[in-house]
């Protein structure tokens, strides 16, 4: 059974850098064809894509998040991460890291909560 | 950008019941809708993928269907565990790009 974890600070202060972590099991970041994507839900409860990235390190981000965002991969230690630079109070959202292929994702972390605050 | 609406934002339901929720798009979609359901502190869980296909292990009391702009979730006959909310999905090839409807909540009447 895949089984992907979020994890990272809870509290991050508005100007700095948000980073997080995806640990991945059962299966490897890069096997051909799988994607890995984050995707974050607001307090709103609003769902929005962040970005993803490819087995083969391609990646594609939200226009709305791109000049911000960062995701990339590190196949040694099986992982994920995403760097969101510049946060605001409107970044406090739970991230999920969760992966697809050819189509939605299908399995997704847990999500991990990120608050931003002074 | 393609904006996906979803209605009714609250339905009211009883276990039994047929439920249908809605999906528009802002524009016509020859992309590749999906449907999430998500209970209260959990992630979302794929339920249809390409506007009609079931994911794995997803009852058959869960369906999916439409084209254009006009997207349906129905439920045929409701169990307790589908109280939840439901997001759909929107994919598309280029630009890269994925948009998530607002939700529908379905709780029990």
């Known amino acids: 059974q895949v089984q992907l974890q979020e994890s990272g600070p809870g509290l991050v202060k508005p100007s700095e850098t948000l980073s997080l972590t995806c640990t991945i099991s059962?299966?490897?970041?890069?096997?051909?064809?799988?994607?890995w994507s984050w995707i974050r839900q607001t307090p709103g409860k609003e769902l929005e894509w962040i970005g993803y990235?490819?087995?083969?390190?391609?990646?594609n981000y939200s226009p709305s998040l791109k000049s911000r965002v960062t995701i990339s991969a590190d196949p040694s230690k099986n992982q994920l991460s995403l760097k969101l630079i510049s946060v605001t109070t409107a970044d406090t959202a739970v991230y999920y890291c969760?992966?697809?292929?050819?189509?939605?994702?299908?399995?997704w972390g847990q999500g991990t909560l990120v608050t931003v605050s002074s | 950008e393609i904006v996906l609406t979803q209605s009714p934002a609250t339905l009211s339901s009883s276990p039994g019941e047929r439920a249908t929720l809605s999906c528009r798009a802002s524009?016509?979609?020859?992309?590749?809708l999906a449907w999430y359901q998500q209970k209260p502190g959990q992630a979302p869980r794929l339920l249809i993928y390409?506007?009609?296909n079931r994911a794995t292990a997803v009852p058959a009391r869960f369906s999916g269907s439409g084209s254009g702009t006009d997207f349906t979730l129905t439920i045929s006959s409701l169990e307790p565990e589908d109280f939840a909310v439901y997001y759909c999905?929107?994919?598309?090839?280029?630009?890269?790009?994925?948009?998530f409807g607002q939700g529908t909540r379905l709780e029990i009447k």
């Open positions: 969760a992966r697809g292929k050819g189509g939605p994702e299908d399995y």
């Open positions: 059962s299966a490897s970041v890069n096997s051909p064809g799988y994607y």
């Open positions: 990235i490819y087995y083969n390190g391609n990646t």
């Open positions: 524009q016509i979609i020859t992309s590749f």
């Open positions: 390409d506007t009609s």
């Open positions: 999905q929107l994919r598309y090839n280029w630009p890269p790009r994925v948009t």
